[in-house]
């Protein structure tokens, strides 16, 4: 099971940090990611990371903003999300990839098959 946590109200310019927390099983060894769901708009791709964390994936759109960790031993993985947005708001949802087919190509991360339950991020003008 992943749980995300961490999400809220803040204003434009501010800065949250999400957590993905699994349990049931260790997540240790799975590509893990973020995507996100505005109101009225299709899921889209944020931010992923390798099983080992060395290597990391970002949408364009959250680029030099966001960044993601994780922390094998704690069976958890964080979005640092600065410089927030109105556009930023959406409900953030965590994956993984527990088939080890995901894969990166322009902008987009595909191929994660466990998600959790989303926390939602509002950001005000």
């Known amino acids: 099971q992943l749980q995300a946590s961490g999400g809220g109200f803040v204003q434009a310019g501010g800065s949250l940090r999400l957590s993905c927390a699994a349990s049931?099983?260790?997540?240790?060894?799975?590509?893990m990611g973020w995507f996100r769901q505005a109101p009225g708009k299709e899921r889209e791709f944020v931010a992923a990371i390798s099983w080992s964390g060395g290597s990391t994936y970002y949408a364009d759109s959250v680029k030099g903003r966001f960044t993601i960790s994780r922390d094998n031993a704690k069976n958890t993985v964080y979005l640092q999300m600065n410089s927030l947005k109105p556009e930023d708001t959406a409900v953030y949802y965590c994956a993984a990839d527990t088939r080890s087919s995901s894969w990166y190509d322009k902008g987009h991360y595909y191929g994660m098959d466990y998600w959790g339950k989303g926390t939602l991020v509002t950001v005000s003008s």
């Open positions: 049931g099983r260790t997540f240790s060894s799975y590509a």
